[in-house]
């Protein structure tokens, strides 16, 4: 089944401890990005790849980074979480930009 | 660089009552068009798109849109809504000159029997 699948679905952590969420793809999509959804400011862009190797920045890049070492998995990091960033991330596909996206179910994160 | 405005926030209508979701958007250069539905605790799946050629583009669940270039709107339309319908729907934006897509806030479609 053709699908984008992140990990884990709920996360709690605690303020400055270093997290992954992974995000990976089995539709050999080129395009892959990550969003960050809170109440009343909808889904903001926070990076995105359109191959391997190749990242930019979004509209809130800040405190995450990410890596595209391969083409099916776009890992979402956090080397010191703080709790602004206590939010629901989407990790998300396509096979090029004007395609539609293939979204991932979510990533539930609490930083306390 | 390109944005998109949802202007409401939230909007209720009776069940089989027709119903349009707005969306206004800001760019320099040529844009492309997204609507996407949010069902309850699920990701985002997309309704239409608009690329180019006609400005009434048909999407999924009788959901249509219709580009207008002098207004700057891709406004979403249902001419009869059913209690399934009941999600967040998201406006998008994106341009050939990067590969940012820009999502609106969201509009909550409320359905009332």
């Known amino acids: 089944e053709a699908q984008v699948t992140q990990n884990p679905r709920y996360l709690i952590t605690v303020t400055g401890k270093k997290l992954t969420v992974t995000c990976s793809q089995n539709?050999?999509?080129?395009?892959m990005s990550w969003y960050r959804q809170d109440p009343g400011l909808g889904l903001r862009q926070i990076y995105y790849s359109m191959n391997v190797e190749v990242t930019d920045k979004g509209d809130v890049p800040e405190g995450y980074k990410v890596s595209r070492k391969e083409k099916r998995n776009f890992p979402l990091i956090l080397e010191s979480p703080s709790p602004n960033q206590t939010s629901l991330y989407f990790c998300a596909s396509s096979p090029r930009t004007l395609e539609k996206l293939f979204f991932g179910s979510g990533t539930q994160l609490s930083v306390l | 660089a390109q944005s998109v405005t949802q202007l409401d926030s939230q909007v209720p209508v009776f069940e089989e009552a027709p119903v349009e979701l707005r969306c206004n958007y800001s760019?320099?250069?040529?844009?492309?068009l997204f609507w996407y539905v949010q069902y309850p605790n699920q990701g985002l799946q997309l309704l239409l798109k608009y690329l180019s050629g006609s400005t009434l583009v048909k999407g999924i669940n009788g959901f249509e849109a219709e580009f207008n270039k002098s207004q700057t709107s891709f406004h979403l339309r249902k001419p009869s809504v059913h209690i399934s319908d009941t999600a967040e729907y998201f406006c998008?934006?994106?341009?050939?000159?990067?590969?940012?897509?820009?999502f609106g806030k969201g509009t909550r479609l409320h359905i009332l029997p």
């Open positions: 539709m050999n999509h080129e395009y």
């Open positions: 998008a934006v994106t341009t050939n000159r990067d590969d940012k897509i820009i």
């Open positions: 760019s320099s250069v040529s844009v492309y």
